[in-house]
C-alpha cells in the first residue's frame, strides 16, 4: 500500500531555510505525480508546490521564487527547499501522491488520493 513519510520540519527563525523530505513506498513512485500541501489549524489545505507526472513544477504565488520542489526517483523521495522562510509560512506540511493529479500554475490541484502524516513547521 501507499506509504508517505515526511520529515525535516522544525524550528526556524524569519529569513532561515529548511528542506523537507518525504520517502515514498508501495507505489511507481516515478509515474506519479507529487506535491507539497500545508495546512493551519481551523484553515483548508492549500497547494504549495508540485511536481506533475509529466515533470511540470507549479508554486504557489505566496512561495515562488523561494521555495524548490525536486524529487530523487531512484531513492522515492521527493524535496522541498524551503529558503527566505517567514512566519506567514509557519504551517503543518504534507507530502502528497497521485497517479492522475494535475497542478497547475498556483499549485491549484486536482485531488490528491494519498497523503503523509505530515511535519510541523514553524517560523518565529
Not at 504549495?48 to 524529487?71: E, P, Q
Not at 517567514?86 to 503543518?92: F, L, S
Not at 502528497?96 to 511535519?119: E, H, I, K, N, V
Amino acid at each position: 500500500h501507499v506509504q508517505l513519510v515526511e520529515s525535516g520540519g522544525g524550528l526556524v527563525q524569519a529569513g532561515g531555510s529548511l528542506r523537507l523530505s518525504c520517502a515514498g513506498s508501495g507505489f511507481t513512485f516515478s509515474t506519479y505525480s507529487m506535491g507539497w500541501f500545508r495546512q493551519a489549524p481551523g484553515k483548508s489545505r492549500e497547494g504549495v508546490a508540485a511536481i506533475n507526472d509529466d515533470g511540470s513544477t507549479v508554486y504557489a504565488d505566496s512561495v515562488r521564487g523561494r521555495f524548490t520542489i525536486s524529487k530523487d526517483n531512484a531513492k522515492s523521495t521527493l524535496y522541498l527547499q524551503m529558503n527566505s522562510l517567514n512566519p506567514e509560512d509557519t504551517d503543518m506540511y504534507y507530502c502528497a501522491a497521485d497517479s492522475s493529479a494535475r497542478c497547475l500554475p498556483g499549485a491549484y490541484c486536482t485531488a490528491f488520493g494519498y497523503f503523509g502524516q505530515g511535519t510541523q513547521v514553524t517560523v518565529s
